[in-house]
T-cell receptor, first 117, second 111 residues
Framework: AQTVTQSQPEMSVQEAETVTLSCTYD???????LFWYKQPPSRQMILVIR??????QNATENRFSVNFQKAAKSFSLKISDSQLGDTAMYFCAFMKLRSYNTDKLIFGTGTRLQVFP | SQTIHQWPATLVQPVGSPLSLECTVEGTSNPNLYWYRQAAGRGLQLLFYSVGIGQISSEVPQNLSASRPQDRQFILSSKKLLLSDSGFYLCAWSLTGDIQYFGAGTRLSVL
């Protein structure tokens, strides 16, 4: 069974600084997706970034980038130029890549990020 | 563009009462639909998913059931709520099977 571990329950960063959130996972699959979702105080889950395991290049979305280390089963999220609006719970998630059209997301327990002015 | 709606946003129910949470998706056809539950301070756990009308797969044996009476409607139900059913319930949809888009959620308190 797949598991996702986020070892940092809480983190804080000053506005405009850079912060890195850690995530490790365990799987015997070779093809899968990894995601970071953000859950602000409104509680709605918002996709931040996605990485396909077969791609060596790290995904980037504006100020958000990942460091994907497949051999180490590590998938960290870097937030550059942190903004107050980045304050949220961040969840790392794993999904097996299947031949048919659905699969479940397996979530970590989350990291609460507080951005201070 | 596609949108997903969940209601109600907040619900307080007594133990033993029935439950019905509704989720609808607009702007797409034949989406995959999902129900997740988030316990306090924890990640999300998949409860049910559906790849089509009347097709429901259960991930976790529990006091809940799901139905999909229409293509873009997904309902989470219970005949008798338990205290342990309290939590935050999120509906999600996907087309490609990878990216899932979530609704705003329903906070359920069972007293």
């Amino acid at each position: 069974a797949q598991t996702v571990t986020q070892s940092q329950p809480e983190m804080s960063v000053q506005e405009a600084e850079t912060v890195t959130l850690s995530c490790t996972y365990d799987t015997s699959e070779s093809n899968y997706y990894l995601f970071w979702y953000k859950q602000p105080p409104s509680r709605q889950m918002i996709l931040v970034i996605r990485q396909e395991a077969y791609k060596q290049q790290n995904a980037t979305e504006n100020r958000f980038s990942v460091n994907f280390q497949k051999a180490a089963k590590s998938f960290s999220l870097k937030i550059s130029d942190s903004q107050l609006g980045d304050t949220a719970m961040y969840f790392c998630a794993f999904m097996k890549l299947r031949s048919y059209n659905t699969d479940k997301l397996i979530f970590g327990t989350g990291t609460r990020l507080q951005v201070f002015p | 563009s596609q949108t997903i709606h969940q209601w109600p946003a907040t619900l307080v129910q007594p133990v033993g009462s029935p439950l019905s949470l509704e989720c609808t998706v607009e702007g797409t056809s034949n989406p995959n639909l999902y129900w997740y539950r988030q316990a306090a301070g924890r990640g999300l756990q998949l409860l049910f998913y559906s790849v089509g009308i009347g097709q429901i797969s259960s991930e976790v044996p529990q006091n809940l059931s799901a139905s999909r009476p229409q293509d873009r409607q997904f309902i989470l139900s219970s005949k008798k709520l338990l205290l342990s059913d309290s939590g935050f319930y999120l509906c999600a949809w996907s087309l490609t099977g990878d990216i899932q888009y979530f609704g705003a959620g329903t906070r359920l308190s069972v007293l």
